[in-house]
């Protein structure tokens, strides 16, 4: 009896945005494990470079990419020159995000709410509109939102955060909806509580981590790796009629 392929990514194009550490570097491996050629994208090159040459030394193809997906001209820049060296994508994987104020919400600053914006929300919005312009040339495609358990529960000190990613998962449904008739996919992962620098203001607080470990049934933090499983689901052909879906990946914290 054969082994399925239905997880099998070869001959893929994949990219991946905050893919120099965390779940995004979790994720540009697994996805490059399975075959997929992984773009390897984040804001400072060195970081994805790393991450490439780990992919390359076990086998792996990857080509390291800087963008910063706050910045409208970044993405142009990325999305033409992929166009240019691949001529195709097949799966885009919206990881890169930023939070940078951990406050109670009436204290949120301007430039804290525009920065969280311009990443979080339009930056998902526009790397989703050119990786669906080219998915479209091509057949189709699946876009991958990484989104958070805050965008259907605030977290505390998280309000802006937390919205972004409310609109984030709307965002998936709409390009589910309107996309489907050109073949592409359109799904979010909702991580929850992940041993990463980015939540290390949560996993590191002691009390703050015993308050938060209360509230999940499997009673510990995730790994990035325990996310990456998902998402190759949701990028392979094993999910080929799903989409519109958010899927909690979160100890069973929303249960």
Do not use: W
Request: charged share 15%; hydrophobic share 45%.
């Amino acid at each position: 009896m054969s082994k399925t392929t239905l997880f099998d990514l070869d001959g893929k194009i994949a990219f991946v945005s905050g893919a120099s550490r965390g779940i995004g570097e979790a994720i540009a491996k697994l996805l490059a494990q399975q075959g997929a050629h992984v773009i390897v994208s984040s804001r400072k090159i060195e970081g994805c470079q790393a991450v490439a040459d780990a992919i390359i030394a076990e086998g792996g193809k990857a080509t390291p990419v800087a963008c910063h997906i706050g910045e409208m001209e970044q993405i142009q820049s990325v999305f033409a020159q992929i166009r240019e060296q691949f001529g195709r994508l097949d799966i885009l994987v919206n990881n890169a995000a930023t939070n940078p104020q951990f406050c109670h919400v009436l204290d949120t600053d301007v430039s804290a709410f525009q920065k969280t914006v311009d990443v979080n929300i339009r930056g998902y919005f526009y790397m989703s509109i050119e990786a669906g312009k080219l998915m479209r040339e091509h057949g189709g495609g699946s876009i991958i939102n990484v989104a958070s358990i805050n965008g259907v529960t605030p977290g505390n000190f998280q309000g802006i955060y937390s919205i972004t990613k409310g609109a984030v998962i709307n965002m998936t449904k709409a390009f589910a909806k309107e996309c489907a008739q050109f073949g592409i996919r359109c799904n979010a992962l909702l991580p929850g509580l992940t041993d990463t620098k980015f939540a290390s203001a949560l996993v590191k607080n002691e009390s703050i981590l015993e308050m938060a470990l209360q509230q999940i049934p499997l009673s510990r933090v995730a790994q990035p790796s325990e996310m990456a499983g998902a998402v190759l689901y949701l990028a392979s052909d094993a999910s080929s009629y799903t989409t519109g879906v958010s899927l909690n990946v979160d100890g069973g914290y929303l249960a």
